[in-house]
């Protein structure tokens, strides 16, 4: 995958039928399944999933294309109470997501009481001057919320793709015709670099569970792209020597999984072999790091 070119984009799209378009922002509290629904839709992984909440950390563009309509979603990230420096940076990313928007989803978990992150995001959706259309995720599983019987109320299964078609003809009622701001083609904004990066931190989060999830972040630091290989230096980055230890000591084959795993949907996605090396190393207080911070969020 190539890293998204202005020119070439603007040279491909000059000449495209008008359609719908429009960018909508998601709003969530963690663990509503929106990047199940993102990847779903769209028919391409461009999300990670983990049922560890608080995974996405930038916001993700992902761009959904029919025959009227080019949809760009901003996969967010999430909303929730935390008084650190590098929660409330990512708190400030998914605001700006829904300023820069056209419409705003705002996914309800109804499988789970309402708790403190949808009072915070309900009190800022009441300073966001955009149409806001409220979806009830999650609609497969027994609810915890009372959802009003409304005819246009909008409920979605993202395990089930169940409503997604009516979900997207409400969405189509605000949009604009335009000319596509992307090539009918291009399905994400993600460039190659942050797209591997994602897939390995996934597995960390996968086989680490509540131990290390949040302590860590990856770097790609080098990507040769042959014909048919593609080689990967990669690293991943802990705060401390222990969680270190817990990747590469405290299960012998934990980050052989982690590569492997990681290995195997790589080559997936890029249709080619896939040489990864993986190795671990510990930076501490890297989210307190300005430079660290920028890069994960531009």
Known sequence: MQELNLEEILARTKDLKEKKVWYVAIIWRPNVWKSTFINSLIWEKVSIISNIPQTTRKRVLAIFNDFDSQIIFFDTPWIHKNEKEFNQKINHEAIKSMREADLVLYFVDSSRPYWDEEKQIEEILEFINIPILKIFTKIDLPKKIEIPNWEDIIKISSIQKSWFEELLQKIKTYLK????????????????????????????????????????????????????????????YTETDSQRYIIIWKNWDLITKIWMQARIELESIFWKKVFLSLRVKTMEKWRKNDKIIKNILK
């Open 177 to 236: 015709i335009s000319h596509p701001y992307y090539p009918e083609d291009y399905y994400t904004d993600q460039d190659i670099y942050f797209r591997i990066s994602e897939i390995i931190r996934e597995k960390v989060f996968l086989h680490t569970i509540e131990e290390i999830p949040h302590s860590i972040y990856v770097e790609i630091e080098e990507i040769l792209d042959e014909e048919n290989l593609l080689k990967i230096q990669a690293y991943i």
